[in-house]
């Protein structure tokens, strides 16, 4: 079969694993631990969660890009039918859960001052996000990464209209991952902070210094079509690659005492890099794992429904369960229960708005005239 159109079940796995992390990591939110190391196993789960999300956007964007750029009848017709997929697939569900967010706020009376910055993905673009559907901070940083590698991509080529697609292509990834990479320089010249709450707000989840994350995926991507072979050659040794930046995130930054108090530069222009790197080569080996019979619909499914889960789990799910059901009055049986709800709920819901709100808004706009020629 194709490698460009069929399936990756690899990949479908990498996913499911992600959002996995991202919703077992709250459960120390919920249920507190005296124990310093599970609160930090917790936090850095979730970070890895967050992060494998970033490269894979930027890989599957380029997976939908990519073949309608590099043929040589290109044109702004197939940028436009393009940017119709993904509008489709993330804005109706975006916008109805930001509604939801904006109405559950307002009914509490917590601050919703600045909402309209959330219509247009403003809300951390150059600043904090504020608590008002924090979790959208991901989404804002995977639309402007589409939107600027798709207008420097056709910049570029404007630029050098006799240079073959693909090189262009490239040249357009390195430079934008070089950008951010300069826009982290430039923060760790201006920034005086050295907390890793603040760096954790104030870098991490802001635009402008993330992007180069998402790139990195679309760079792999081009590796990936472009040199399939040693791609598929060399999985074992890119899985390596991967193991040993984990096993430094998780275990090395600790061992070597990189404390942002006394490594700043690390902390603010190389620690992010090294785990998108990281993420990024794994992508090799999980590209050519094979459908599991006895995991498969499991997989597919949990991998189908990311979006809405990760949408839902918290802002929604986890602090109107919390709200309702103080845990200072639950015992540890309670918690637990509430814990099991959590998960429950989050999937219930999750499956209700794709079975019954973005497939319809897919399947009116496949079944329309005006845009069947774009899906």
């Not at 690899?10 to 005296?34: E, R």
């Not at 010249?189 to 890793?196: G, K, L, Q, R």
Request: aromatic share 20%; proline share 3%.
């Amino acid at each position: 079969m194709d490698k460009d159109t069929d399936r990756v079940f690899g990949f479908d796995l990498m996913i499911s694993c992600a959002i996995c992390m991202v919703l077992l990591s709250q459960f120390v939110w919920v249920y507190p631990q005296n124990m310093a190391i599970v609160s930090h196993l917790s936090s850095l789960l979730h970070y890895i969660g967050i992060e494998i999300f970033f490269v894979f956007s930027g890989f599957l964007m380029s997976n939908n890009l990519f073949p309608i750029f590099n043929i040589k009848n290109f044109s702004y017709l197939s940028v436009y039918k393009f940017i119709l997929k993904i509008i489709i697939k993330v804005l109706p569900l975006y916008f109805l859960i930001l509604i939801i967010n904006i109405l559950v706020a307002f009914h509490f009376g917590l601050p919703i001052d600045q909402c309209w910055k959330y219509f247009l993905f403003l809300q951390n673009f150059t600043t904090p996000i504020s608590n008002l559907f924090s979790e959208s901070w991901l989404i804002s940083i995977a639309i402007f990464a589409g939107i600027i590698f798709l207008v420097s991509l056709l910049f570029f080529k404007l630029l050098l209209p006799k240079s073959n697609n693909s090189r262009v292509y490239l040249i357009t990834a390195l430079l934008l991952i070089i950008f951010f990479l300069i826009t982290k320089c430039v923060y760790n010249s201006i920034t005086t902070n050295n907390d890793i709450n603040h760096w954790d707000v104030s870098l991490k989840s802001v635009v402008i210094y993330r992007l180069d994350s998402v790139f990195i995926g679309v760079l792999f991507h081009w590796i990936y079509k472009n040199f399939y072979s040693f791609w598929t050659k060399n999985k074992v040794q890119f899985f390596i690659f991967g193991c040993l930046g984990m096993i430094f995130i998780f275990v090395g930054v600790g061992y070597f005492k990189l404390g942002i108090e006394k490594y700043p530069l690390f902390w603010n222009v190389f620690y992010l890099p090294i785990t998108s790197l990281t993420i990024a080569f794994f992508l090799p080996f999980f590209s050519q794992i094979k459908e599991q019979a006895s995991i498969n619909k499991v997989v597919v499914y949990i991998s189908n429904h990311s979006y809405a889960i990760y949408l839902l789990h918290f802002g929604i799910v986890l602090q109107l369960l919390k709200y309702f059901s103080p845990i200072d009055i639950l015992t540890s049986k309670e918690v637990i229960f509430l814990l099991f709800l959590y998960l429950i709920i989050t999937t219930i819901l999750s499956h209700i708005l794709n079975q019954y709100y973005q497939k319809p808004i897919s399947n009116l706009f496949r079944n329309s005239k005006m845009f069947s020629d774009s899906f």
